[in-house]
């Protein structure tokens, strides 16, 4: 079982930026896709952003496209989200998630270990 821990949430104003990471232990980081999935108060779980294990695909939310952007280091463990021009409706709690093999996905179903997730709170 690989353990995801996420960092970076916070308090934040209306157009601001933060970026998220999330730091992999107990596996293969290099073989994982990766990816990034939210929860609003009263919502469901939803998907954010998803990385292929070498980088080269992403995905993203139509909500976020243009203004997200995913990545990772291998070199590191880590996955990171940068999220510019943040809205009132990103405030949520997002978590990191990994998926064994190398494909990106947006399905949640798919990922086979989560975070404990991060805060984030944009003030309009």
């Known amino acids: 079982q690989v353990q995801l821990v996420e960092s970076g949430g916070g308090l934040v104003q209306a157009g601001d930026s933060l970026r998220l990471s999330c730091a992999a232990s107990?596996?293969?980081?290099?073989?994982?896709?990766m990816g990034w999935f939210r929860q609003a108060p009263g919502k469901e779980r939803e998907f954010v952003a998803a990385?292929?294990?070498?980088?080269?695909?992403?995905y993203y939310a139509d909500s976020v496209k243009g203004r997200f952007a995913i990545s990772r280091d291998n070199a590191k463990n880590t996955e990171y989200l940068q999220m510019n021009s943040l809205k009132p409706e990103d405030t949520a709690v997002y978590y990191c998630?990994?998926?064994?093999?190398?494909?990106?996905?947006?399905?949640?179903?798919?990922?086979?270990?989560w975070g404990q997730g991060t805060k984030v709170t944009v003030s309009s």
């Open positions: 998630a990994a998926k064994y093999g190398g494909s990106a996905t947006m399905r949640p179903y798919e990922y086979n270990d």
């Open positions: 107990g596996g293969t980081f290099s073989t994982f896709a």
């Open positions: 990385i292929s294990s070498n980088g080269a695909v992403r």
